[in-house]
Protein backbone atom coordinates (compact mmCIF):
# COMPACT_ATOMS: atom_id res chain seq x y z
CA UNK A 1 0.00 0.00 0.00
CA UNK A 2 1.73 3.36 -0.58
CA UNK A 3 0.68 6.61 1.76
CA UNK A 4 0.69 9.85 -0.17
CA UNK A 5 2.06 11.61 3.21
CA UNK A 6 5.09 10.48 5.69
CA UNK A 7 3.62 8.19 8.20
CA UNK A 8 4.86 8.71 11.60
CA UNK A 9 3.58 5.56 14.03
CA UNK A 10 3.21 5.97 17.79
CA UNK A 11 2.66 2.17 19.03
CA UNK A 12 1.85 2.67 22.30
CA UNK A 13 -1.82 2.10 22.48
CA UNK A 14 -5.04 1.22 20.18
CA UNK A 15 -5.88 2.21 17.44
CA UNK A 16 -2.00 2.18 16.51
CA UNK A 17 -1.52 -1.39 16.60
CA UNK A 18 1.21 -2.11 18.82
CA UNK A 19 2.72 -5.74 18.25
CA UNK A 20 2.74 -7.40 21.27
CA UNK A 21 6.02 -8.07 21.91
CA UNK A 22 7.10 -4.39 21.40
CA UNK A 23 4.89 -3.58 24.37
CA UNK A 24 6.52 -4.56 27.24
CA UNK A 25 4.22 -2.55 29.58
CA UNK A 26 4.10 -0.40 32.73
CA UNK A 27 6.54 -1.35 35.23
CA UNK A 28 5.12 -0.44 39.17
CA UNK A 29 8.00 1.36 41.05
CA UNK A 30 6.36 3.09 43.48
CA UNK A 31 3.30 1.30 46.26
CA UNK A 32 0.56 3.52 44.88
CA UNK A 33 -2.33 1.49 43.24
CA UNK A 34 -3.10 4.27 40.93
CA UNK A 35 -0.86 4.34 37.44
CA UNK A 36 -0.87 6.59 34.06
CA UNK A 37 -3.33 5.25 31.97
CA UNK A 38 -2.48 4.08 28.26
CA UNK A 39 -4.73 6.45 27.07
CA UNK A 40 -3.55 9.80 29.36
CA UNK A 41 0.66 8.42 27.72
CA UNK A 42 -0.85 8.01 24.35
CA UNK A 43 -2.69 11.18 24.24
CA UNK A 44 0.72 13.05 25.34
CA UNK A 45 2.56 11.61 22.14
CA UNK A 46 -0.23 12.50 19.80
CA UNK A 47 0.06 16.17 20.88
CA UNK A 48 3.83 16.06 20.52
CA UNK A 49 3.51 14.38 17.13
CA UNK A 50 3.86 17.04 15.06
CA UNK A 51 7.74 17.51 16.52
CA UNK A 52 8.87 14.16 16.24
CA UNK A 53 7.41 14.69 12.50
CA UNK A 54 9.60 17.27 12.04
CA UNK A 55 12.80 15.59 13.20
CA UNK A 56 12.12 12.91 10.56
CA UNK A 57 11.18 15.12 7.94
CA UNK A 58 14.35 16.68 8.19
CA UNK A 59 16.59 13.30 8.47
CA UNK A 60 14.74 12.11 5.14
CA UNK A 61 16.11 15.65 3.17
CA UNK A 62 19.58 13.54 4.22
CA UNK A 63 18.22 9.78 3.49
CA UNK A 64 14.88 9.65 1.34
CA UNK A 65 14.67 6.05 2.50
CA UNK A 66 15.38 6.16 6.05
CA UNK A 67 12.94 3.62 7.99
CA UNK A 68 12.37 1.98 11.09
CA UNK A 69 11.57 1.67 14.74
CA UNK A 70 12.86 2.51 18.18
CA UNK A 71 11.75 1.02 21.14
CA UNK A 72 12.61 3.44 24.15
CA UNK A 73 12.26 2.58 27.81
CA UNK A 74 10.83 6.06 29.71
CA UNK A 75 10.48 7.24 32.96
CA UNK A 76 7.67 9.21 34.04
CA UNK A 77 7.63 11.22 37.47
CA UNK A 78 4.76 12.04 39.44
CA UNK A 79 5.48 15.43 38.35
CA UNK A 80 4.79 14.23 34.57
CA UNK A 81 8.19 15.25 33.75
CA UNK A 82 10.09 12.68 31.81
CA UNK A 83 12.93 11.10 34.27
CA UNK A 84 14.52 9.94 31.62
CA UNK A 85 15.03 8.28 28.04
CA UNK A 86 17.02 5.41 27.13
CA UNK A 87 17.20 3.43 24.15
CA UNK A 88 16.24 -0.62 24.00
CA UNK A 89 16.75 -1.27 20.21
CA UNK A 90 16.28 0.34 17.50
CA UNK A 91 16.52 -0.60 13.92
CA UNK A 92 16.95 2.98 11.97
CA UNK A 93 20.70 2.91 12.16
CA UNK A 94 20.69 6.97 12.61
CA UNK A 95 22.37 8.06 15.53
CA UNK A 96 21.31 11.88 14.94
CA UNK A 97 17.47 10.88 14.52
CA UNK A 98 17.68 8.60 17.40
CA UNK A 99 18.82 11.31 19.69
CA UNK A 100 16.90 13.62 18.76
CA UNK A 101 13.70 11.64 19.21
CA UNK A 102 14.53 10.85 22.88
CA UNK A 103 15.61 14.49 23.43
CA UNK A 104 11.99 15.44 22.07
CA UNK A 105 10.10 12.60 24.35
CA UNK A 106 12.54 14.10 27.90
CA UNK A 107 11.02 17.41 26.88
CA UNK A 108 6.92 15.75 27.36
CA UNK A 109 5.14 16.85 30.13
CA UNK A 110 2.70 13.94 31.36
CA UNK A 111 1.29 16.42 33.83
CA UNK A 112 1.13 16.50 36.86
CA UNK A 113 -0.70 13.40 39.00
CA UNK A 114 -0.76 11.88 42.55
CA UNK A 115 0.83 8.28 41.04
CA UNK A 116 3.69 6.52 41.44
CA UNK A 117 6.94 7.04 38.91
CA UNK A 118 6.11 4.87 36.03
CA UNK A 119 8.34 3.03 33.05
CA UNK A 120 7.53 2.10 30.03
CA UNK A 121 8.98 0.43 26.91
CA UNK A 122 7.43 2.42 23.55
CA UNK A 123 8.10 2.29 20.06
CA UNK A 124 8.10 5.11 17.81
CA UNK A 125 8.36 4.11 14.19
CA UNK A 126 9.38 6.14 11.57
CA UNK A 127 8.28 4.86 7.52
CA UNK A 128 8.63 7.39 4.73
CA UNK A 129 5.93 8.17 2.19
CA UNK A 130 6.97 5.20 -0.48
CA UNK A 131 6.43 2.45 2.33
Same mark, same amino acid.
Given at each position: ?22 ? $? #? ?5 ? %?????? !?? /?? *? ?38 ? $? #? ?5 ? %?????? !?? /?? *? ?31
Amino acid at each position: MRYKYIALLLLGALPFMARAEDM $V #GQERIAQ %SKIWRS !DK /EI *QDVFNKNRRALYLVYSKALRENAKLSGKMIMKITILPSGD $V #GGVTLVR %SSLDDN !DL /ET *QTMDIIKGFDFGEKDVGTVVIHYPVEYLPADS
